[in-house]
């Protein structure tokens, strides 16, 4: 029969890294996403009563490899309303992509989703643990026991 081609192993498929994480173009893409954003929310008025003057932190944005799609990780301050204010940001969400191609040069506006950080969380719970006395007492160098 006609000669098979053989698939060329996904790791030697062009433009393509496995398990590499995003790509340089990628992160500066989601960096300049995130401070567009940022100064979007900052300057914004919102009509939603959920996103009228409340803080919100932007920590992270990645976007995906066709650069056509942002996740936005965020954090309203106190973490207090977070299902509310994504809720709120994802329906705004078409508004906010309008103004961030506004404030942007990329070929391609990415759709946003918007997600709670819940780093923030991990870091208090984390914080809480280190304070607690029997795990201070268990990190503490200086009451090592005698070897006697």
Do not use: Y
């Not at 509310?84 to 942007?104: C, D, P, Q, T, W």
């Not at 870091?123 to 006697?148: F, K, Q, S």
């Amino acid at each position: 029969g006609p000669p098979r081609a053989t698939p060329m192993p996904a790791s030697h498929s062009r433009g393509r890294r496995p398990h590499a994480g995003p790509s340089q173009r990628q992160l500066r893409a989601g960096e300049l996403v995130r401070h567009a954003l940022v100064e979007i929310l900052r300057t914004e008025s919102f009509v939603d009563p959920v996103l009228a003057g409340v803080p919100i932190t932007l920590s992270e944005v990645r976007v995906g490899p066709d650069l056509k799609h942002a996740l936005c990780f965020v954090e309203p301050l106190g973490g207090k309303e977070a299902p509310a204010v994504i809720e709120a940001l994802n329906h705004a969400s078409r508004f906010l992509r309008l103004r961030l191609g506004e404030a942007i040069e990329m070929r391609f506006t990415p759709a946003l989703k918007f997600v709670h950080d819940d780093s923030f969380d991990a870091a208090e719970h984390i914080n809480r643990l280190l304070g607690d006395p029997r795990v201070r007492r268990d990190l503490d160098p200086t009451d090592e026991p005698d070897p006697a």
